[in-house]
């Protein structure tokens, strides 16, 4: 069994910055491929990020492509979602998930998830 739990949120203006983290405990996640998924009011979970196993292979969003870096330290078992140039679309509940195997963008292909963090950003 895993346990994830995000950290990092918060609120923030438009053009800031936010670093979420999703801390697993349990067992080692070393071996799990990491997605950041999101969830804003009356819509559907969204895929966010996802990174590989190793850190190598990493996938984006379109829609946060170029302002979100996804990245883990395998030593302190723990994912990072480094976000800037927030906007008010960013606005959601952020939730880490792990998976054995390849990254990927499908909330179904993920076996363990946390309980979210909330961003709000503000114009």
């Known amino acids: 069994q895993v346990q994830l739990v995000e950290s990092g949120g918060g609120s923030v203006q438009a053009g800031g910055s936010l670093r979420l983290s999703c801390a697993a405990s349990?067992?080692?996640?070393?071996?799990?491929?990491v997605g950041w998924f999101r969830r804003a009011p009356g819509k559907e979970r969204e895929f966010v990020a996802s990174i590989s196993s190793s850190g190598r292979n990493t996938w984006y969003a379109d829609i946060t492509k170029g302002r979100f870096i996804i990245s883990r330290d395998n030593a302190k078992n723990t994912v990072y979602l480094q976000m800037n140039s927030l906007n008010s679309e960013d606005t959601a509940g952020y939730y880490c998930?792990?998976?054995?195997?390849?990254?990927?963008?499908?909330?179904?292909?993920?076996?363990?998830w946390g309980q979210g963090t909330q961003v709000t950003v503000s114009s």
């Open positions: 349990g067992r080692t996640v070393n071996g799990y491929a």
């Open positions: 998930a792990v998976r054995l195997g390849l990254l990927s963008k499908y909330e179904a292909d993920y076996d363990y």
